[in-house]
């Protein structure tokens, strides 16, 4: 049985006093959940998230990561130095970072590889455009973008990562996935996994995002393949959030 993730993404959003609130509010409401949680925040914020989640069960998390270990690379952020501030996961091939920066297949599946062997979880995004969709590619999509990140990996390292499928329409839309839309893309990742190494298949847990919030998260996270869920916008309300975390 895996058991249930759900990370908030806070994308590019916070502020100091902004996170003190909801990091102190979220962790008041956690109490005895079921599930593991996690928050993904913007690195200038990491050292105080780090307090701020010093005694909780919520762990820390990066939005993204470079693909060198060290050196002249300005403006990126290494592995080790997420490490440094108790970052257990970092997200990799978010989308946006996609779409917006020009992250390629091969660019994602090198910065998931530096991640895992630094001892980070990746949380490997992938997920198919209203355009892809409608022309029937989605399968093919998401399989030719975890295809690139599993390659990499060797098999034993395999069960280390987390996948998180999010269609790119239903990112900050309103638009939702129908449970059973997701599921079905849900495990075609997993029968990728499968190709690779069935226990990975068996354990890696493959998030869904995308407009998930209060009112769906139950129906989602029921389905057999969701195993949490990467939140966007009600990461970045308490009440939201936590009411996720609880359906979970
Ligand atoms: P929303 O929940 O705001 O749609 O964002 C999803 C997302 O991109 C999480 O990584």
């Not at 030719?144 to 329409?169: C, G, H």
């Not at 190709?195 to 995308?210: D, H, K, M, P, W």
Request: aromatic letters at 4%; a negative charge; proline letters at 3%.
């Amino acid at each position: 049985m895996r058991r249930k993730l759900v990370a908030g993404n806070w994308k590019m959003n916070g502020s100091i006093a902004a996170n003190a609130l909801l990091l102190t509010q979220i962790n008041a409401g956690f109490g005895n959940a079921g599930c593991d949680a996690a928050v993904c925040v913007p690195a200038p914020y990491l050292s105080q998230c780090q307090a701020l989640l010093a005694d909780s069960a919520i762990a820390l998390g990066a939005q993204d990561v470079s693909s060198h270990d060290a050196g002249a690379y300005t403006g990126e952020v290494s592995a080790a130095m997420l490490l440094e501030f108790a970052c257990r996961y970092v997200i990799v091939g978010h989308s946006e970072r996609r779409g917006y920066f020009g992250e390629t297949d091969e660019l994602v599946a090198q910065k998931a590889l530096r991640a895992l062997h630094a001892g980070l979880v990746p949380i490997v995004c992938v997920g198919e455009t209203l355009a892809q969709r409608e022309a029937g590619q989605t399968d093919a999509i998401v399989s030719r973008q975890i295809d690139a990140v599993l390659s990499l990996i060797a098999e034993n390292e395999l069960t280390k990562i987390v996948v998180a499928y999010e269609p790119v329409w239903a990112i900050g839309t309103g638009k939702t996935a129908t449970p059973e839309m997701a599921q079905q893309v849900h495990a075609v990742l997993r029968q990728r996994l499968h190709a690779r190494s069935a226990t990975a298949a068996q354990e890696v847990r493959i998030l869904y995002g995308g407009s998930m919030k209060p009112e769906n998260a139950r129906e989602l996270l029921a389905m057999p393949d969701i195993d949490g869920g990467l939140i966007g916008g009600a990461a970045l309300k308490a009440a939201d959030f936590l009411a996720i975390i609880h359906a979970a």
